[in-house]
């Protein structure tokens, strides 16, 4: 007879343990987080502050800085 | 708030933009193999005779095993069509798994059958059978009667009764060409280690000229629905099967028609009772009995021995069958994980295994609520529209390229349609079927991985009314 055994030690939820751990991962943290730069950059964009916007739109992936804001990054308001 | 819903929205993109690459990539290496493999071998069979296995006083005997529950229209062009079939040492095993209807009195009427007594002898579990009829003018035909217990047990029961070292089940309402039983065999007697499993195309008999238990002129159906299932089932055995067996990964044959090998099967524990796909549950359960055994074992599939089925005219039907399908496929791949990522499986644990466990079982999930997802992503900012556009083009295109191809390769190896307008029809629908019926079939499937994972995992009978005319 068969030894019983747990549903988590199934390798169908193992694989999708480790799926959903390395994607939310890379979603989470890995990945360069530049969606809140971009949308200030645009919202600068539009009302106007394009040459303020700019540098948060063109940020480029490989240089992330997710300590510092995108209020920061740009120095004060003008 | 918006922001939270902006991020889940990005994660789950990247779910379904992963499932895209990895099910498409694999698709399409499995569609360069089979258009290699099926086109060589069709090449292969239109030389050959089978003259060599049906004269040969070493073909091994085989048995027919039908189980059939309330199959009263189809049963008798069934076993007619069986009695026809080429073949030098067959019995045909029809199982009666207490059907309700007139299944049992319509074999007995049509044959001529008489009640006997016979010797049975349980070695896979199932409940013994409470008649046995025949008609000794008919040698090759005989009639179990059981109570009710389900496919799986009446396949136990046939299996039990069976004598010769290779049997093959035939659903009740499928009609098999007169050759397949010798193309069927033939990979087993020419393969160089133990064939366990030999397996067989499947097309759909619906709109076809039958009568007289065979397929006299090829036709196809009326509905938009039936005609659906046409292009996807030629997708389905042209290209999946053919080419997962050419890496040794083959996982997945139909019950519908396949043969195997009896003392493997009982050994292996014969079918399993609990899952609603008893078919791909017995190709699991053998290749992991074999490999606790390091005995070796191989499963073949090849696409010129036709079986003739009818598909589910109705949605309502289609539904309870897809259901059904994915509920089977779900249960099995749980209940064998073990063959997932196994080494000791080669191809069949590293690739097939998980492709089938993570990609075919899951796959209608992610697609059903890809459909609701990205346009979410586009209505709240998420995705901008011609990611959107390139995504659903993509996909959609992908998925008649597929259709497309297969039905081509179809009508370039496998018997065609005789008049040019049904290739043409079949090859618009082809493309049609990418829009709407597609996702209906996922939406289907995903309903039948939820019934697992709720916990509601019984049969759902798909009713037949036979397609002879």
Request: hydrophobic fraction near 45%.
């Amino acid at each position: 007879m068969e030894r019983r055994r747990f549903w988590f030690t199934n390798r169908v939820v193992l694989g999708f343990v480790a799926f959903f751990t390395v994607t939310a991962l890379w979603e989470f943290k890995w990945k360069p987080q530049l969606r809140n730069y971009y949308q200030v950059g645009v919202r600068l964009y539009q009302s106007g502050k394009n040459p303020q916007g700019q540098p948060d739109v063109a940020k480029p992936p490989a240089k992330p800085s997710p300590k510092s804001s995108p209020a920061e990054s740009r120095g004060p308001a003008q | 708030m918006h922001s939270i819903l902006l991020q889940a929205l990005d994660y789950a993109d990247l779910i379904i933009l992963i499932y895209f690459i990895v099910a498409n990539a694999v698709y399409t290496v499995l569609m360069v193999i089979s258009l290699y493999a099926v086109t060589l071998h069709s090449r292969f069979a239109a030389r050959t005779s089978h003259a060599d296995i049906s004269d040969s006083p070493a073909t091994p005997p085989i048995t027919l095993i039908v189980p059939a529950y309330n199959e009263q229209d189809v049963i008798a062009t069934t076993v007619r069509a069986l009695l026809k079939l080429e073949y030098p040492e067959k019995e045909i095993l029809v199982v009666d798994d207490g059907s309700t209807d007139q299944t049992l009195s319509r074999l007995i009427a049509e044959f001529g059958l008489q009640r006997m007594d016979l010797i049975y002898r349980e070695r896979v579990p199932s409940k013994a059978p409470w008649g046995f009829f025949l008609n000794p003018e008919i040698p090759t035909l005989l009639v179990l009667a059981k109570e009710h217990g389900g496919k799986a047990a009446a396949l136990n029961a046939g299996l039990n009764m069976c004598r010769s070292p290779y049997f093959c089940t035939v659903d009740a309402d499928s009609i098999v060409e007169r050759k397949a039983l010798l193309r069927l065999m033939a990979p087993v007697m020419q393969a160089p280690s133990n064939v366990l499993v030999s397996g067989g195309l499947v097309r759909i008999a619906n709109g076809s000229n039958v009568g007289d238990g065979e397929v006299n002129e090829i036709g196809l159906p009326g509905s938009w629905i039936e005609r659906c299932q046409v292009v996807e089932y030629i997708r389905t055995f042209l290209f999946g099967r053919p080419g997962w067996n050419f890496l040794n990964g083959n996982f997945i044959t139909s019950g519908a028609f396949c043969m195997l090998h009896r003392e493997s099967v009982i050994l292996a524990g014969g079918f399993g009772r609990n899952t609603v796909t008893e078919d791909i549950d017995m190709i699991a359960s053998l290749y992991t009995f074999f490999e606790k055994k390091r005995w070796q074992a191989q499963m073949v599939f090849t696409t010129d021995p036709v079986c003739w089925t009818e598909c589910p005219k109705t949605l309502k039907m289609l539904a309870r069958q897809r259901r059904r399908w994915q509920l089977g496929l779900v249960q099995t791949v749980f209940k064998h994980d073990r063959l997932i990522f196994s080494w000791k499986h080669g191809r069949l644990g590293m690739l097939s295994m998980p492709f089938h466990a993570y990609v075919e079982t899951f796959g209608c999930v992610v697609e059903t609520f890809g459909l609701l997802i990205l346009p979410l992503s586009l209505f709240v900012g998420a995705m901008p529209l011609s990611l959107f556009l390139l995504i659903m083009f993509l996909a959609v295109g992908y998925g008649t390229l597929l259709s497309v191809v297969s039905v081509l390769l179809a009508e370039a190896t496998i018997r065609r349609y005789p008049k040019f307008s049904e290739m043409l029809l079949l090859v618009l629908y082809a493309f049609l079927e990418n829009f709407g019926y597609r996702q209906v079939v996922s939406a289907m499937r995903a309903h039948g991985v939820f019934q697992f994972l709720f916990g509601k995992r019984h049969w759902e009978v798909v009713s037949h009314q036979g397609v002879e005319a």
